[in-house]
């Protein structure tokens, strides 16, 4: 069975010749190296053999439509237009992806990280004036998110119909405890999230929701129980909501993850006997079907790789 077959059939909860895995960690956040990013996401992919790529947005975090700087009280945000298809925000990030695609040559699927259009306004501005400006004038601030959502949507068409992306790794944010009731954030967020993700699934069937606990802050997940994608990522650790729980919760679709993303967890700092019992510990309570390996979210830049080549390993084993 190949990754590509491997992994497709995971999507599908169908039965695999063993568990496919998947962890990714940022190259470069704040820039774009060209070539040697793309380069940096191949060695990973080889060294430690793992059955997909995900390939990072690292520095196209701050949405940089210009007309931001004109914004100085909330009603300006009804003035925001799409920055368009010219723009070299997307037309860099694709570039990228399509390398990436071009460079694993079919061996397996490849996935762009694309982040919800709330996210990508709070890297654009700031935390404290999106919320201001959210709570001044929520109809200006959605006006915006559906602005945002039109040059996201322009990003994923591109990354799937023209670099070949198998589809996209969809992070939503925002949803913690202390910022939205869950009514809020579905009245608010959810028609911006929905229009990507929906428009996503148009051109692709294999689109990957991961639901974020970028800040170790629980979110109201069940804001995203009905979100439709194919394969579903959370914060296990952050939530409290294990692999196998949270299979039941999205509804039995494919689950992603498993082990702690942080420095404090069992994969960064943890010996390889543990990690190979918790692989054991993880698909015992899971099952084999329709489960992907990975981490609750990004890992640490600096981890050793032998540490995913233990997991391989012992995948390859079971």
Not at 312 to 318: G, P
Request: include cysteine; proline fraction near 4%.
């Amino acid at each position: 069975m190949t990754k590509k077959e491997r992994l497709l059939r995971a999507f599908q909860n169908q039965e695999v010749d063993k568990v496919p895995m998947g962890f990714w960690y940022h190259f470069s956040p704040d820039d774009d190296f060209g070539q040697k990013t793309v380069d940096q996401h191949l060695e990973l992919f080889r060294e430690t053999g793992m059955d997909m790529i995900k390939v990072m947005c690292d520095g196209y975090f701050n949405y940089p439509n210009p007309y931001i700087e004109k914004v100085t009280c909330a009603e300006d945000w009804f003035g925001l237009t799409p920055m368009g298809e010219d723009s070299p925000y997307i037309a860099n990030q694709v570039l990228r992806a399509k390398r990436v695609v071009e460079g694993v040559k079919g061996e397996c699927c490849v996935f762009y990280n694309v982040f919800c259009p709330m996210s990508l306004m709070r890297f654009g501005t700031s935390e404290e004036l999106l919320m201001k400006h959210l709570k001044e004038n929520p109809e200006a601030v959605c006006h915006a998110f559906e602005v945002i959502a039109e040059d996201v949507k322009t990003l994923v068409r591109k990354l799937i119909t023209e670099a070949g992306c198998d589809g996209i790794y969809y992070c939503v944010q925002n949803a913690e405890t202390f910022r939205f009731t869950a009514e809020e954030y579905r009245k608010l967020v959810r028609p911006s999230d929905l229009k990507v993700l929906e428009y996503a699934n148009t051109l692709s069937e294999n689109n990957i929701l991961h639901c974020c606990g970028w800040a170790g802050d629980p979110n109201r997940i069940e804001v995203w129980q009905d979100y439709p994608a194919k394969a579903v990522n959370w914060a296990v650790y952050v939530e409290n909501l294990s692999l196998a729980e949270g299979k039941k919760f999205f509804g039995g679709r494919c689950v992603m993850g498993g082990f702690d993303n942080r420095k404090e967890g069992l994969l960064y700092s943890g010996t390889k006997e543990e990690i190979e019992k918790e692989v054991e510990r993880i698909l015992k309570e899971t099952g084999t079907t329709g489960v992907i390996l990975g981490a609750d979210c990004t890992v640490p830049s600096d981890i050793d790789h032998q540490r995913l080549i233990w997991i391989r390993e012992k995948l390859d084993k079971m």
